[in-house]
């Protein structure tokens, strides 16, 4: 035991916990901010935890290096199984440090597979090699370097290494030179740390092991390798749906996600399921011979109508899952349109953010059932021109304009719009309103529509116009007392009550929308629809009295249901529907304009008649039946496949 760590006499302990305390004021001045993050009691407490058990790891860390002392005398006998487990550790750790994350994760079989990768590639030299002290310093410099990137990668653009930055290494080198390194407290802890366990490695005298420990190590790695392949599907899928993994959403959910999942492991998953599979069977002529069956349709006439597509953020009824009192109605406007009006609750893909996939549906026909679960489209998929509804309205001589609050990076929609055929665009930078009210410091729907409306009554009147508008009035967090005197009789959520507010004063400015366009002299059609629910999880649980994780396919589609209408001030067949999704209601839109619908249209209504609701977690066929996304759905398996194939080809066939 002479040259055992464990010997280190008192004085050397008193100046370990010295250091210690030193590097823990300089954590806590580096990623203490993220103590506060987290709203619920249980997830401080998780927090909490966990920091005190990185200080604990760190002190052992530190508490390794005041031993290396003794190696410059003699070399400590180590078994090379266990160092390659704590060399394991101590990179997980190190690249979490280097994320200003802690090493205990809010949902915990995440730290065991965060874990896991690690350790494979470590314990896979014990089983290679009798002595892998040169593979254990190949690996240990390999997972500094991507901790160290992921650093600055997430301090120049505020998220971290995607698989997709792959595909981006010629624009960074053209862009390298705007940014420059410093040496932080982070990089410099990195640094030391690695040099030290290099200098640890390469001084321990490896025993050598023979072939039995080295086949149950085998054993073992084979072991975690097959439970980690097999649960990633399922470890994914359940952050994404519980907001575990928040991904491409505005602001910096990527980096929130990488911290909270694990970095190495959310590079992985990353890189394994946020991508497009091939359709089985796909061919650009078996797409191709489908479109073929039609002919898109032309205008007999020449027709001039005002359309108006507007996307209402977080535009919701939570009464649609069940029934809560109120004081008044919080949607007046919305309940008393009946006459030339469609309406009902339609079925869209995202919960809670990834507005831009709930614009591609609309805007294409496309569904998000066919691209992976927590994927944004514009961000990850939309790399050039897209066939899409915008282009169909310019073929017919329409004006097609793009009008939004948002700026051009967020969903990346200004590259977006161009893809997708928008002639005129408006920021928000670029809007000049009439009035500078706002709601959840967004600007308030009725500005908003009010500067809409300047630029709908100059436009040119010769032709034909539709105009795409994205709100954001109510947008989270709820953390403002909105006028409108809603009250919760039967509920305390104080942040529900807020969100009721936003709503009433959103439907209240679409009542003074419509009364604009009501006695115009051309056709003028307005659809709205809700891009999705607001994640407000507690009261939405009231109304299921049940967890959201423990909810069926069916039940879980209330909850992606959201108000939509279609209003003309001409005379259309008035209904509501409910049996429809999102992907299907541009479709709907051209009917009521009396416009012909191209030759993906009229695919789209072939398909509906069998798959009414189709979205990124489930569909439902025509007998009535809820079936979750990837799911075998027999007779109609078919039919999903052939959609699939058109969409495939839409999307990355660029002869399309």
Known sequence: ?????????????????????VMLCACVAECGENLFEMEKTFENVLVYIAFCTSTILLAAVIWLLVGVYRMLEKPIKVNPIALGAAMALWSYSLSELCMDAFIIKSFLPYNLMGYAIYAIVFLLGAVIFSRPKVWYCIWEVFFAVYSVAQYYLTKFRGAPVKFTDFDNLRSAMEVKSEYKLTLSFIVAAAIIQTAAMLFITIRCSLRTEKVKPRLITLG??????????????????????????RLNFSGDEDSWTSRNVGSLLMFYFDGVFNHVTVPDGYSDEKAVEILSKYQDGELTEKKTPVIIGILNESFADFAHISEFETNKDYMPVFHSLK?????????????????????????????????????????????SDQDSIVTAFNKMDFATVAYT?????????????????????????????PSDLRYNDQIADSALFAGLCEIVDARDKTKGAFYWVTTMQNHAPYNEDIPGGIEIKDSDDVSAERYLNTIYQSDKAIGELIDHFKDY??????????????????????????????????????IHQTPYFIWSNREIESKEDNNISLNYLSTEVFKAAGLPLTAVQQELEHIRESLPIISGFGCRTADGEWHKTGDDLGEYNSLLEEYNTVQYYRMFNEKS
């Open 220 to 245: 073992a790695v084979v072991c975690a390798g097959a439970v980690f392949g097999l649960s990633s599907r399922w470890m994914y899928d359940y952050g994404v749906n519980n907001r575990h993994i």
């Open 405 to 433: 609050p948002c700026g051009k990076k967020l969903w990346d929609i200004g590259p977006a719009y161009e893809y997708l055929g928008f002639k005129t665009k408006y920021f928000g930078s670029d809007l000049k309103l």
């Open 521 to 558: 002299d051309e056709q003028v059609i307005i659809v709205m629809f809700g891009d999705h629910y607001p994640h407000i999880p507690d009261f939405a649980e009231e109304r299921y009295g049940k967890s959201l994780a423990s909810l069926g396919v069916e039940d879980y589609s209330l």
């Open 1 to 21: 035991m002479e040259n055992s760590v464990f010997s280190m006499r008192p004085k050397l302990w008193f100046w370990l916990l010295t250091v210690a305390s």
């Open 339 to 383: 006459e030339n009006t469609v309406k009902g609750f339609m079925t869209v893909s995202p919960y809670g953010g990834y507005t831009c996939n709930s614009e591609y549906e609309f805007l294409t026909g496309n569904s998000m059932h066919f691209l992976p679960l927590g994927s944004a489209v514009y961000t990850n998929y939309m790399k």
